[in-house]
T-cell receptor
Framework: GAVVSQHPSWVICKSGTSVKIECRSL??????MFWYRQFPKQSLMLMAT?????????EQGVEKDKFLINHASLTLSTLTVTSAHPEDSSFYIC???????????FGPGTRLTVL | ELKVEQNPLFLSMQEGKNYTIYCNYS?????LYWYRQDPGKSLESLFV?????AVKQEGRLMASLDTKARLSTLHITAAVHDLSATYFC????????????FGTGTRLQVFP
């Protein structure tokens, strides 16, 4: 149990376009979802925390207007990278937990390349 | 704010040898996690350590936690090539702060 999926697995887009990434908890209800970004050979950096039905909490330095997060249901959160630029190219990983302080279950990641 | 540091950043070791990866954290953390990441893949959960003195073992990997020293270790016994990966420790994930703060990662390469 506790499976998290992400879609798409990888995406290539042109500079200036927007890209949406979905994160789904397949067999449990996720009250909290987290979005991370990982640049090559670097660690994971938390971008934002989202709770179902409320606005996401963004980490310092993360532009909320650029990285739109919607946690519309207990099984789905989306991250939209608006007006993507090459510097947004990265590996985006989501995680989901059943409740506060519960284990985070990680999705398989989405590799975004912006040309 | 919690900061997590790992060392070494890169570790090249011969099969059959033992080695330890260290994870220091800056402030009180209720929990300490260890993850494995293979190239191009997401994270695989290895251990969660919840209390001082906790020790967990799975195969050739053993993790321990010393909350007084704010130190966790991941010990590798008789390394094999399949253990080649990047290992991350992370603090947080508790009632005080449910977000995880990751260490820098240790890239482990095991050669014959």
């Amino acid at each position: 149990g506790a499976v998290v999926s992400q879609h798409p697995s990888w995406v290539i887009c042109k500079s200036g376009t927007s890209v949406k990434i979905e994160c789904r908890s397949l067999d449990f209800q996720a009250t909290t979802m987290f979005w991370y970004r990982q640049f090559p050979k670097q660690s994971l950096m938390l971008m934002a925390t989202s709770n179902e039905g409320s606005k996401a909490t963004y980490e310092q330095g993360v532009e909320k207007d650029k990285f739109l997060i919607n946690h519309a249901s207990l099984t789905l959160s989306t991250l939209t990278v608006t007006s993507a630029h090459p510097e947004d190219s990265s590996f985006y990983i989501c995680s989901a937990s059943k409740g506060r302080a519960d284990t985070q279950y990680f999705g398989p990641g989405t590799r975004l390349t912006v040309l | 704010e919690l900061k997590v540091e790992q060392n070494p950043l890169f570790l090249s070791m011969q099969e059959g040898k033992n080695y330890t990866i260290y994870c220091n954290y800056s402030t009180t953390s209720d929990r300490l996690y260890w993850y494995r990441q293979d190239p191009g893949k997401s994270l695989e959960s290895l251990f969660v350590l919840l209390s001082n003195g906790a020790v967990k073992q799975e195969g050739r990997l053993m993790a321990s936690l010393d909350t007084k020293a704010r130190l966790s270790t991941l010990h590798i016994t008789a390394a094999v090539h399949d253990l080649s990966a990047t290992y991350f420790c992370a603090g947080g994930g508790s009632y005080n702060t449910d977000k995880l703060i990751f260490g820098t990662g240790t890239r482990l390469q095991v050669f014959p």
